[in-house]
């Protein structure tokens, strides 16, 4: 449920409560969030995720922590219910909070290798997106480089054609300094030149800030996935992975599934060599229509392998 604002919040930044459906592992996405947070535009520190937004030309910061059974989001710099009804919704969407997490378990149940998995995390969700052509363009930066290096880029990215926030419009979040480029800024920039990047990697960021500006609606959620897809790798420098990554964060295809990630084919590894493609694609039928909840599960199972 969500918690109209007292009068003394709308003063210094509205307070709003999302509530949370159990079980929900807070600390993957925390995680997850702070590995990919854009320098300048998103800081996760201490149990707490904040970022930049521009909504309905209203500039200003937002934080979400967890409280109990509920989220708890802060807002500052919007002064209308619709537009806090907006910043809501994204929040919504990008912690994941309207999916059934039984549904889940259930659907992955049939394989006992996802039905461990699931047993092992119960409350893992997706990591979505704010912004879905910030989502995009953070998944061009990373291909073929690290999470590290991809977010090292992308703090260079913000720095050079990101909007600077005014003092006042940081809130109570300091570290928060630019919003993340919009089309408009991206579409004729020199972005290979300032990034010190692959040419093509720069042209197919310019080509989804054209792309962004002449279909405002590309990444809209609803579509089938087979045309979400192929949407997206009609555009230029976006392949099948970039195209799956990005609808099953930004666009809440469920289904998606990044067939060729490394990370997937090491999880499923179990001694006897990593399988292929075409045999993690045919593992992955049992999965559907959840097939990228089982890739979350997966890439948490990598990442717990590796680390020490």
């Not at 694609?281 to 909840?293: E, I, Q, S, T």
Request: hydrophobic share 45%; glycine share 8%.
């Amino acid at each position: 449920m969500t918690l109209a604002p007292s009068p003394e919040a709308r003063e210094n930044g509205a307070c709003f409560a999302l509530a949370v459906r159990p079980p929900y592992d807070w600390a993957h996405l925390e995680r997850f969030f702070a590995d990919h947070a854009s320098p300048g535009v998103e800081i996760v520190t201490g149990g707490r995720y904040a970022r930049t937004f521009s909504l309905d030309g209203r500039r200003g910061t937002l934080s979400v922590t967890l409280q109990a059974d509920a989220l708890s989001v802060r807002i500052h710099g919007l002064g209308s219910n619709d537009a806090h009804a907006e910043a809501l919704a994204r929040v919504r969407a990008m912690f994941d909070l309207d999916i059934d997490p039984q549904a889940i378990a259930d659907g992955l149940g049939c394989d006992p290798l996802t039905a461990s998995l699931v047993a092992r995390r119960p409350g893992l969700r997706m990591p979505g997106a704010f912004d879905g052509f910030e989502l995009a363009i953070r998944a061009i930066l990373g291909q073929q480089v690290s999470v590290a290096a991809a977010t090292r880029l992308a703090g260079r990215l913000v720095a050079a054609f990101g909007t600077p926030l005014a003092p006042e419009e940081h809130g109570e979040e300091p570290g928060l300094t630019h919003l993340f480029p919009t089309p408009e800024q991206l579409q004729d920039a020199e972005i290979s030149l300032v990034l010190n990047m692959p040419r093509a990697r720069g042209r197919a960021i310019q080509g989804l800030a054209a792309a962004m500006l002449a279909t405002p609606d590309l990444f809209a959620p609803g579509r089938d996935l087979d045309d979400t897809v192929a949407r997206l790798k009609a555009l230029p420098g976006i392949g099948e992975w970039t195209a799956h990554y990005v609808a099953m964060r930004a666009m809440a295809q469920a289904d998606a599934f990044p067939a060729g990630d490394i990370g997937l084919m090491r999880a499923l590894d179990t001694g006897t060599g990593r399988p292929s493609r075409t045999a993690l694609l045919d593992r992955a039928a049992a999965w559907r229509p959840w097939r990228a909840y089982a890739a979350i599960h997966l890439w948490a199972e990598d990442a717990a392998r590796r680390t020490p």
